[in-house]
């Protein structure tokens, strides 16, 4: 009821169609889980995926409900590369509770470390240079202040540093700067929100909170995945 609301005289829009999804089935379920109206032919659906062995699993990001299980992970996977490790500090400046905001809503970490062959997600869009949040994808080369990584799809490209900001009137009132990337061997589903994945690995032993399995069962874009 308050005046700037009303001046502000926004409309309202329903959004009808889905994009993310191609598989109509997979389309279905979520839908069915949405409305909590699951059936026995969704039921039998989703456990046909269980454990699946599917050739496109093996190589997918791993889905976890807790940083712990992440975090093991991407440490084990990452020593079994052989190699030494390069780590990239988080750049940041600004006032410490904005930094602190920035941080915990930028999906890329304070130190990254990697390793050539190391499995790495991208964590920001960036249309011009040709990734988006979770595309997937393989370090060719690692040194000081040097990445190189293959995505899935193929596309070899140096990655550059990125900026998260909160800004004020034009003015920069905190920054934190870091290459866009994670490694991507394993990841939570509460982090995975927004991304697009091919397919996934997920494990929901662990769930805690109300609509975590509907977060990563919506992640992928088909039933295959």
Same mark, same amino acid.
């Given at each position: ?44 659906? /989703? ?30 996977? /990452? ?24 941080? =915990? ?8 470390? /990697? =390793? ?19 595309? /997937? ?89």
């Amino acid at each position: 009821m308050s005046r700037t609301w009303i001046e502000a005289a926004f409309k309202v829009c329903y959004l009808t169609e889905q994009h993310r999804q191609s598989d109509n089935d997979l389309n279905l379920i979520l839908n069915a889980i949405r409305d909590g109206n699951i059936s026995n032919q969704h039921k039998e659906k /989703l456990n046909s995926r269980v454990k699946s062995e599917h050739k496109k699993i093996k190589n997918s990001a791993r889905l976890y409900t807790h940083n712990v299980d992440v975090d093991f992970e991407n440490e084990k996977e /990452l020593g079994l590369i052989s190699g030494n490790i390069f780590g990239y500090d988080m750049w940041t400046r600004g006032g410490e509770g904005l930094v602190e905001t920035l941080k =915990k809503g930028c999906l890329a970490p304070s130190k990254l470390r /990697l =390793k050539k062959g190391a499995r790495v997600m991208f964590v920001k869009n960036n249309f011009d240079e040709g990734y988006v949040n979770g595309t /997937l994808g393989i370090v060719k080369k690692c040194g000081y202040e040097y990445i190189k990584v293959r995505t899935l799809e193929g596309k070899e490209m140096d990655v550059e540093r990125e900026s998260w900001t909160i800004e004020e009137d034009g003015r920069i009132l905190a920054e934190i700067n870091q290459y866009p990337l994670r490694l991507a061997w394993a990841i939570t589903i509460h982090k995975s929100q927004g991304m697009f994945l091919d397919s996934a690995l997920i494990d929901l032993t662990r769930s805690f909170e109300k609509g975590m399995g509907y977060v990563a069962l919506s992640r992928v874009k088909n039933s295959n995945g």
